[in-house]
């Protein structure tokens, strides 16, 4: 992300605070275990995680799209610089390092291309909020529920498909309440504050950002929706260009 310079965290923070660097111990922040020659052989997590991401990148148009916005911000992504394959934690499947720039996708705990997709998408909403707005991340609880909020309400996470194999379906308003749910999830995750604390962060801006739908210009309910959203965008473009 060219336009956007690495921002550290600040120097006064709660006591215990790790900002979630706990569920990603292979982060610049934490040592780093020495890797064995079988560690990074072809038959690993992290090769594996390397070529699911190279095809979300490719294939998946939730990705492209922001790929494409990115740019178009002067954020260019870049695989090799911007995304990480590392261990993380048992409850995670992915993070963004904001002091880095860089999106971390745990391989061991991703293994299914579909789920790939949904992580690199989450991540990328993240790091294109990062590129066109001055996300406090560090320091302002509702900077970060904003872009969980995003996150969860057009990657998909919260989709039918998805719901329904978490065993939740048939709600009123079910989505907005998958996005809140994941929203404060996430939230709890990487910050040491209280479940009440996160809740009323993702309240009080909860209106505003789920009807933020940049880039996409609609919530991409499947990968058709997707499809349709990157054609507008890419149409869009064109229309600029020859005004």
Known sequence: MDRSEPRPPPQEVAEGEDFGYR?????????????????????????KCQVMLRIALDTSPYAQLLLDAMKQSGCTVYKDRHFAC?????????????ATSQ???????????????????HELIHAFDHCRAHVDWFSNVK?????????????????????????KFGLKQHH??????????????VRKVSKETAEKAVDGVFDSCFNDHEPFG?????????????????????YYANL
């Open 176 to 189: 907005q309440t998958c996005v809140r749910d994941r929203a404060i999830r996430s939230i709890l995750a």
């Open 218 to 238: 609609r919530v991409p309910h499947n990968k058709s929706d997707a499809k349709n959203a990157y054609r507008n965008f890419q149409n869009r473009d064109r």
């Open 103 to 121: 999106i971390v996708l745990c391989q061991n705990n991703i293994h299914q291309q579909s789920h790939m997709n949904r992580v690199v998408t």
């Open 143 to 167: 900077h970060l529920a904003c872009s969980e909020i995003r996150a969860a309400n057009l990657s998909g996470d919260c989709s039918l498909i998805n719901e329904m194999t978490r065993l």
């Open 86 to 98: 590392e261990d993380c934690d048992g409850c995670v499947s992915g993070g963004f390092d904001a």
């Open 23 to 47: 569920l990603f111990p292979e982060r610049p922040s934490q040592a780093k275990p020495q890797r064995s020659f079988l560690s990074t052989s072809l038959f690993t997590f992290n090769h």
